[in-house]
């Protein structure tokens, strides 16, 4: 009996390791291949780059749900149909769609001016905007503490920036409204999902909002060229001979993108919270950085190491917080983390059918209403986790709608 308890954990151990080197193994690799492509003397079409990952991720979705649409419950089930009317897409999503689409663009410009390391740590203060947002709306209520650990962020995230050596004011002001308009879209898709009461599994997320972001970018395309002809050549579209000679690397980058999706879901779904928190953000983040100084060759000064470090030490500490509110007075006593710890074993999801399968995996996920105080450790607030990293060089993150879902919300890094 213990022989078989010990070979199911290890067994256990080994798929959510596996998964989560693959997540972070595509996510950072995803960065940097966009990083490759968005050079001026190569592909520097950061619209079209964004038309390419919709179109891979609603194409190679529309492919599963055609092949297997138990995968989609919330188009398929009956006990899990979710009407889809003008309501939904003219209200909830296309708001979200535009929202990405000018987050997306903003940040493959970026990645023409500055280093992929130092907007993965202007990144990190996406918390903060989401907070003050959420603030200004009032749905979110001030608490100090909280407050606390973000002007700890902030001050972190402000260290990072003035250690930078080679400062681009244009890459930093790109990032910085990539990074607002990315709050604001996890704003709008924790509290619209949640007034409209609707409950989407994840895939089915995914292929709803990414026709719809087409469609902005597309408009914006068409516009940009009748009111803007002199525009940047990242805001152009690339002549067919361009699309042409670099057409096997948009196939595997579009490819890359769906598998980051896939990756992602899979590994938040049969991890537990703070194996994501601690994998899924804080590894992969330092992953991230340390191959755009390493191997990118984007080297770091003493200081933006050090300001990384708190940054991801205020992260961790607004992650728990979020997980378990009722805590988070006795976060640093050893009976909160014990207890903790407690909380967290019971409410993992080890369950390897519901890995091995992967309908009964998407029919348990969903983007359901939830409020912020209602948080579980399987649905992490918005303000935790905008980092992340989908197929256009972004990213999933959870929300307080998300309940126990494979944290969606596409985002660029």
């Known amino acids: 009996m213990l022989e078989l308890a010990r070979d199911e954990t290890v067994a256990r ?41 919709m179109s891979a991720s609603f194409g190679f979705n529309a492919v599963l749900f055609w092949l297997c649409p138990k995968f989609f419950p919330s188009l398929s089930d009956p006990e899990q149909k979710v009407s889809i009317d003008s309501g939904l897409v003219l209200n909830v999503l296309l708001p979200i769609a535009g929202c990405f689409a000018a987050q997306l663009v903003l940040s493959n410009v970026a990645f ?27 749905l979110e209520k001030f608490d100090r503490r909280r407050a606390t650990v973000l002007v700890f962020i902030l001050a972190a995230t402000a260290l990072t920036i003035h250690g930078e050596a080679r400062l681009s004011h244009t890459g930093l002001t790109l990032q910085g409204v990539s990074v607002l308009c990315e709050s604001m879209k996890l704003t709008l898709q924790s509290y619209t999902l949640s007034a409209s009461g609707r409950r989407l ?25 009748v009111c803007w002809p002199s525009r940047p050549v990242a805001l152009m579209l690339p002549s067919w001979q361009d699309i042409v000679e670099y057409r096997s690397l948009l196939v595997a980058n579009g490819c890359l993108a769906f598998a ?15 194996t994501f928190i601690l994998t899924g953000i804080i590894l992969k983040d330092v ?14 000064t003493f200081q933006q190491a050090v300001g990384f470090a708190l940054q991801l030490v205020g992260i961790l ?60 450790p399987h649905s992490v607030g918005s303000s935790i986790a905008s980092r992340g990293s989908f197929g256009f060089g972004g990213g999933w993150s959870r929300s307080p709608s998300m309940d126990n879902s494979p944290s969606l919300h596409l985002r660029p890094l």
């Open 260 to 274: 980051m999706n896939i990756s992602h879901a899979l590994f938040i779904k049969n991890s537990s919270a703070i």
């Open 112 to 138: 023409m001016h500055s280093s992929i390391a130092f907007l993965q740590m202007m990144k990190e203060s996406n918390v903060v905007v989401v907070y003050l947002i959420s603030l200004a709306l009032a």
């Open 13 to 53: 151990v080994a798929v959510v390791s596996g998964l989560a080197i693959a997540y972070m193994a595509i996510s950072t690799g995803l960065l940097g291949f966009n990083k490759y492509l968005m050079h001026v003397d190569r592909f520097p079409f950061a619209i079209f780059l964004g038309l390419l990952h």
């Open 201 to 225: 599994d994840a895939l089915t997320y995914v292929m709803l909002l990414a026709p719809l972001v087409f469609l902005v970018l597309s408009v914006s395309a068409a516009v940009l060229g």
């Open 317 to 376: 500490a607004w992650s728990l917080m979020k997980l378990f509110p009722e805590w988070d007075a006795d976060i640093n006593s050893k009976a909160g983390w014990e207890e903790l710890q407690t909380r967290e074993e019971e409410d993992s999801p080890w369950d390897l059918p519901a890995f091995k399968e992967l309908s009964k995996s998407s029919s348990n996920s969903t983007v359901a209403p939830m409020d912020d105080d209602e948080t579980t």
């Open 287 to 300: 992953m991230i950085v340390i191959v755009g100084s390493v191997i990118m060759g984007n080297s770091l």
